[in-house]
């Protein structure tokens, strides 16, 4: 009797409390990309804060700068993308037994 009701207790909470019509992985792929995004930006500038005399970097700085203009995008990971099949191992040769 005790499982049937921590059972239902269970489900009716799960019920309740579970999400409907929410997309977590969209949102969790949008929190990501603007945390990566305003982390990127952070580290800029606190790179472009710095006072540099010498002209490596005065020029690093420039291309910092320019590269970091445009955020890149974030696709999934490689292990979710991929199409090839498994890699099946070679047979054992007939003297190893």
């Known amino acids: 009797m ?4 921590s059972a239902f207790w269970l489900t009716l ?3 309740l409390l579970a999400p409907h019509d929410v ?3 969209q949102k969790a792929e949008a929190l990501s990309s603007q ?3 305003a982390g990127q930006d952070l580290i800029v500038a ?3 804060a710095t006072e540099c005399a010498s002209i ?3 020029g690093g700085k420039a291309m910092l700068a320019a590269v970091t203009t445009k955020h890149p ?3 999934r990971p490689m292990q979710d993308t ?4 498994v890699p099946i191992p070679r047979p054992r040769p007939d003297w190893m037994g």
């Open 2 to 5: 005790f499982l049937l009701r």
């Open 13 to 15: 909470a799960f019920i």
């Open 23 to 25: 997309d977590l992985r």
């Open 35 to 37: 945390a990566v995004a």
């Open 46 to 48: 606190q790179i472009l």
């Open 56 to 58: 490596e970097c005065v």
């Open 73 to 75: 995008s974030i696709d």
């Open 82 to 85: 991929s199409i090839t099949p």
